[in-house]
């Protein structure tokens, strides 16, 4: 029965071999994008392993006692907006503990370089960067230290007596618990789980339309299939022989789709490597596969496609005359609305009941959304009905009446082709409605603002007495690029007033900041904001920049007044410098010398640098989502050509029939054009406003914003991709021709 069944698959004209073409088609795309999204899932594992090391700073202590300690002290840099991560080590004996990747610890006056950091550091002006790391380069850090092929990190040797006064740490023995297993202290690394869930969602949202695809390939010229293994029943077939069938062709197909879909993610996997979605590329060996991950997927894929066959059949099995039994299904009831209702009520109740979890909020807008996405999926059917009964009923033309009628008697099929776009619209619409609100409220600064041109070092009174004004370097103003060096002092208020709100800032903690300037000086400034009228000292933030950076609107602001005379300001200890730049070179220059000026405080930076980091995972984010819909449009645009085609070949007698009366070709492909029109346009339609929605419900309850309109690059790839699924729909549109001849209409 195999043999028979596995000739007939091969064997049964060009409408059997384009249904195997098609299944493996569908399969291979799953596969591929199965695979990579496992293989994503560990090399977040990888990467997240490499960081390890870099937490040495709470790793406990070694079990050896002839170990002989290390001094560690780890701190963040930036250059040009990028993370650098220095190192700073010396050791106190020959069995000090050496970090991964050198072959020993540099000595005072040396340091190892990442391949990343070594290059840029030959291709800067020294006084930009260079100038920044004591010693000279002896070696480069290898790979196994390095979490990215584009870490910019550099190992420093000092002696102990340098880095006891930095706060530096004694180790004696180095972190390798990776980030996500370590149980306090390791705050350099990657959320695993959250990658995971990001990564779980992009999985489904593609597997979804892939899914929809392997079951609409199935089903092709279902109606013939039927009556053939009707046939079969009929002349004594047994139904375990009508399935081991249908498995053995489906698994066919599935193999030679599983086989495609792993050729197709190795040789994806470069690029895929290059992409920066946990903030940095990948090695392209990380996105490597377990044992357990190629026999799920080597097994578990074609299993689900002899599953897929068995349930697209199932009427042949439970009875051979039941395939010409057909009646108009029941229409959908509108209970479907439910869970759509149900979710959209339970983001509405959370607006201005924000919990006070982290927990308790991924729960509450979690589950929220599943809701709406369950609930498009089920009210899909009756939405389409709906549709489908408007449009017949406002019909003027035979097409937009018989297409219309079609659709309401049995809108399930109708729906079924395009559900696949649900998942996609409604999961980017969200992400796009969240990612361009947030970006725009708490993003990265305008790149003129002067949260991005101006940088700031602080001096808090708990790390230690502040500078004075001649310790400060007289060169900073004689860089070219500097606009203005200031110094902020010290607001002699140094407690904040009572902070007693629920979950919101309180107004009253605006009125106090930890600096002070005169009027005078902030006038002559001009781009730090201003004072209010009639003040002559203001109360500012130590970056001259404070919470305009967190609306990010314009660089005009309004102070508060501080209860001080003028004549007093210089008399507070200084508590921050800050230098405005006109350009990357004298910004750069500028923090190089003030970290060698100030070596045990924190390296100086700008807000834009803090807020890019943020910004940057967004658009990382968001281009995931993009992704995610570029994919699942032509995916779900190959499901309806699929469907429409194996429509056309089930209705090629009814089609010719209606010529031979008279009806014109182009009148059936308006209706078949209509069918498969109405049901996309509506899902599209429904799902980003459902999308928007629900992420403007999120962004009232979570942050307080307003929902922002996302710009015209989100609705030109909508557009751009239902412009694709209607070509790839179109093209099947001239197997009208050639199927509904005259010959097609003789009775069987």
């Given at each position: 029965?195999?043999?028979?069944?596995?000739?007939?698959?091969?064997?049964?004209?060009?409408?059997?071999?384009?249904?195997?073409?098609?299944?493996?088609?569908?399969?291979?795309?799953?596969?591929?994008?199965?695979?990579?999204?496992?293989?994503?899932?560990?090399?977040?594992?990888?990467?997240?392993?490499?960081?390890?090391w870099?937490?040495?700073?709470?790793?406990?202590?070694?079990?050896?006692?002839?170990?002989?300690?290390?001094?560690?002290l780890?701190?963040?840099?930036?250059?040009?907006?990028?993370?650098?991560?220095?190192?700073e080590?010396?050791?106190?004996?020959?069995?000090?503990?050496?970090?991964?990747?050198?072959?020993?610890?540099?000595?005072?006056?040396?340091?190892?370089?990442?391949?990343?950091?070594?290059?840029?550091?030959?291709?800067?002006?020294?006084?930009?960067?260079?100038?920044?790391?004591?010693?000279?380069?002896?070696?480069?850090?290898?790979?196994?230290?390095?979490?990215?092929?584009?870490?910019l990190?550099?190992?420093?040797?000092?002696?102990?007596?340098?880095?006891?006064?930095?706060?530096?740490?004694?180790?004696?023995?180095?972190?390798?618990?990776?980030?996500?297993?370590?149980?306090?202290?390791?705050?350099?690394?990657?959320?695993?789980?959250?990658?995971?869930?990001?990564?779980?969602?992009?999985?489904a949202?593609?597997?979804?339309?892939v899914?929809?695809?392997?079951?609409?390939?199935?089903?092709l010229?279902?109606?013939?299939?039927?009556?053939?293994?009707?046939?079969m029943?009929?002349?004594?077939?047994?139904?375990?022989?009508?399935s081991?069938?249908?498995?053995?062709?489906?698994t066919?197909?599935?193999?030679?789709?599983?086989?495609?879909?792993?050729?197709?993610?190795?040789?994806?996997?470069?690029?895929?490597?290059?992409?920066?979605f946990?903030?940095?590329?990948?090695?392209?060996?990380?996105?490597s596969?377990?044992?357990?991950?190629?026999?799920?997927v080597?097994?578990?894929?074609?299993?689900?496609?002899?599953?897929?066959?068995?349930?697209?059949?199932?009427?042949?099995?439970?009875?051979?005359?039941?395939?010409?039994?057909?009646?108009?299904?029941?229409?959908?009831?509108?209970?479907?609305?439910?869970?759509?209702?149900?979710?959209?009520?339970?983001?509405?109740?959370?607006?201005?009941?924000?919990?006070?979890?982290?927990?308790?909020?991924?729960?509450?807008?979690?589950?929220?959304?599943?809701?709406?996405?369950?609930?498009?999926?089920?009210?899909?059917?009756?939405?389409?009905?709906?549709?489908?009964?408007?449009?017949?009923?406002?019909?003027?033309?035979?097409?937009?009446?018989?297409?219309?009628?079609?659709?309401?008697?049995?809108?399930?099929?109708?729906?079924?082709?395009?559900?696949?776009?649900?998942?996609a619209?409604?999961?980017?619409?969200?992400?796009?409605?969240?990612?361009?609100?947030?970006?725009?409220?708490?993003?990265?600064?305008?790149?003129?603002?002067?949260?991005?041109?101006?940088?700031?070092?602080?001096?808090?009174?708990?790390?230690?007495?502040?500078?004075?004004?001649?310790?400060?370097?007289?060169?900073?103003?004689?860089?070219?690029?500097?606009?203005?060096?200031?110094?902020v002092?010290?607001?002699?208020?140094?407690?904040?007033?009572?902070?007693?709100?629920?979950?919101?800032?309180?107004?009253a903690?605006?009125?106090?900041?930890?600096?002070?300037?005169?009027?005078?000086?902030?006038?002559?400034l001009?781009?730090?904001?201003?004072?209010?009228?009639?003040?002559?000292?203001?109360?500012?933030?130590?970056?001259?920049?404070?919470?305009?950076?967190?609306?990010?609107?314009?660089?005009?602001?309004v102070?508060?007044?501080?209860?001080l005379?003028?004549?007093?300001?210089?008399?507070?200890?200084?508590?921050?410098?800050?230098?405005?730049?006109?350009?990357?070179?004298?910004?750069?220059?500028?923090?190089?010398?003030?970290i060698?000026?100030?070596?045990?405080?924190?390296?100086?930076?700008?807000?834009?640098e803090?807020?890019?980091?943020?910004?940057?995972?967004?658009?990382?984010?968001?281009?995931?989502?993009?992704?995610?819909?570029?994919?699942?449009?032509?995916?779900?645009?190959?499901?309806?050509?699929?469907s429409?085609?194996?429509?056309?070949?089930d209705?090629?007698?009814?089609?010719?029939?209606?010529?031979?009366?008279?009806?014109?070709?182009?009148?059936?492909?308006?209706?078949?054009?209509?069918?498969?029109?109405?049901?996309?346009?509506?899902?599209?339609?429904?799902?980003?406003?459902?999308?928007?929605?629900?992420?403007?419900?999120?962004?009232?309850?979570q942050?307080?914003?307003?929902?922002?309109?996302?710009?015209?690059?989100?609705?030109?790839?909508?557009?751009?991709?239902?412009?694709?699924?209607?070509?790839?729909?179109?093209?099947?549109?001239?197997?009208?021709?050639?199927?509904?001849?005259?010959?097609?209409?003789?009775?069987?």
């Amino acid at each position: 029965m195999i043999r028979f069944a596995v000739r007939l698959s091969l064997a049964g004209g060009r409408e059997a071999a384009t249904r195997l073409v098609v299944i493996a088609a569908a399969v291979a795309l799953g596969v591929g994008m199965l695979l990579t999204t496992l293989a994503g899932m560990n090399a977040v594992d990888a990467q997240n392993q490499r960081y390890a090391w870099l937490n040495t700073a709470v790793a406990p202590a070694s079990a050896d006692p002839s170990v002989e300690p290390m001094w560690w002290l780890i701190r963040e840099d930036y250059f040009h907006g990028r993370s650098i991560g220095r190192v700073e080590v010396a050791a106190t004996g020959p069995d000090t503990p050496v970090p991964p990747g050198i072959p020993k610890l540099p000595g005072p006056g040396q340091f190892y370089v990442s391949p990343a950091l070594g290059e840029l550091l030959r291709a800067t002006p020294a006084a930009e960067l260079g100038d920044r790391f004591p010693g000279r380069d002896v070696g480069t850090i290898g790979r196994e230290a390095l979490p990215s092929p584009d870490s910019l990190l550099i190992v420093i040797g000092r002696t102990p007596a340098d880095l006891e006064p930095l706060g530096a740490r004694k180790v004696t023995q180095i972190m390798t618990t990776s980030p996500d297993g370590c149980p306090r202290g390791c705050y350099v690394g990657i959320n695993h789980d959250g990658m995971a869930l990001v990564l779980s969602i992009v999985a489904a949202a593609l597997l979804f339309p892939v899914l929809i695809f392997i079951g609409t390939a199935t089903r092709l010229a279902a109606t013939r299939r039927e009556q053939r293994f009707a046939a079969m029943r009929l002349i004594g077939a047994t139904p375990r022989q009508i399935s081991l069938i249908s498995a053995v062709e489906s698994t066919l197909a599935a193999v030679a789709g599983t086989l495609t879909g792993f050729g197709l993610f190795l040789a994806a996997r470069p690029g895929i490597a290059a992409i920066p979605f946990t903030g940095e590329p990948f090695f392209t060996s990380d996105l490597s596969l377990t044992a357990v991950d190629v026999l799920a997927v080597a097994l578990g894929i074609p299993l689900g496609a002899v599953v897929a066959s068995w349930l697209a059949l199932r009427r042949v099995q439970i009875s051979p005359l039941g395939v010409a039994r057909r009646v108009t299904p029941k229409p959908p009831h509108a209970w479907r609305l439910i869970p759509l209702v149900a979710g959209l009520v339970e983001l509405a109740y959370f607006v201005g009941r924000r919990p006070p979890t982290t927990n308790g909020q991924l729960t509450a807008y979690l589950s929220g959304f599943l809701l709406i996405l369950v609930g498009l999926v089920l009210a899909g059917p009756w939405l389409t009905m709906a549709g489908a009964r408007v449009l017949a009923g406002r019909a003027s033309r035979p097409a937009a009446l018989i297409a219309g009628r079609r659709l309401a008697d049995n809108p399930r099929a109708g729906f079924r082709s395009v559900s696949g776009l649900i998942v996609a619209l409604f999961v980017t619409s969200v992400a796009t409605g969240i990612i361009t609100t947030y970006v725009a409220n708490r993003g990265e600064p305008r790149t003129d603002s002067v949260a991005a041109t101006s940088l700031s070092i602080s001096f808090p009174h708990e790390e230690g007495p502040a500078p004075t004004a001649d310790q400060i370097p007289a060169g900073l103003a004689t860089i070219p690029g500097v606009r203005s060096v200031t110094l902020v002092r010290a607001n002699p208020v140094d407690t904040p007033p009572p902070l007693e709100v629920n979950g919101t800032e309180s107004p009253a903690y605006r009125w106090w900041w930890p600096g002070v300037i005169t009027c005078a000086e902030l006038d002559r400034l001009a781009v730090f904001g201003s004072c209010p009228a009639g003040a002559r000292v203001a109360a500012v933030a130590d970056d001259l920049i404070g919470e305009r950076a967190w609306d990010l609107t314009n660089d005009s602001y309004v102070w508060a007044p501080a209860d001080l005379d003028p004549a007093q300001v210089d008399r507070q200890p200084i508590r921050s410098v800050v230098v405005n730049t006109t350009s990357r070179a004298a910004f750069e220059q500028a923090r190089t010398m003030l970290i060698n000026a100030f070596p045990t405080m924190r390296f100086p930076s700008s807000v834009a640098e803090w807020e890019s980091n943020s910004a940057r995972l967004m658009v990382q984010f968001q281009q995931l989502a993009n992704v995610i819909m570029l994919a699942s449009l032509p995916i779900a645009g190959c499901s309806l050509a699929v469907s429409v085609a194996g429509g056309l070949s089930d209705r090629k007698r009814p089609f010719s029939m209606l010529r031979l009366t008279g009806v014109q070709l182009r009148t059936l492909r308006w209706v078949v054009g209509l069918e498969t029109v109405v049901p996309l346009l509506l899902v599209a339609a429904v799902a980003i406003g459902m999308g928007f929605l629900a992420a403007h419900l999120f962004l009232r309850a979570q942050l307080g914003y307003t929902l922002l309109a996302p710009d015209g690059s989100f609705y030109l790839m909508v557009a751009g991709g239902l412009a694709v699924s209607l070509a790839i729909v179109a093209s099947t549109l001239p197997l009208l021709r050639r199927i509904t001849g005259p010959e097609t209409a003789r009775n069987d």
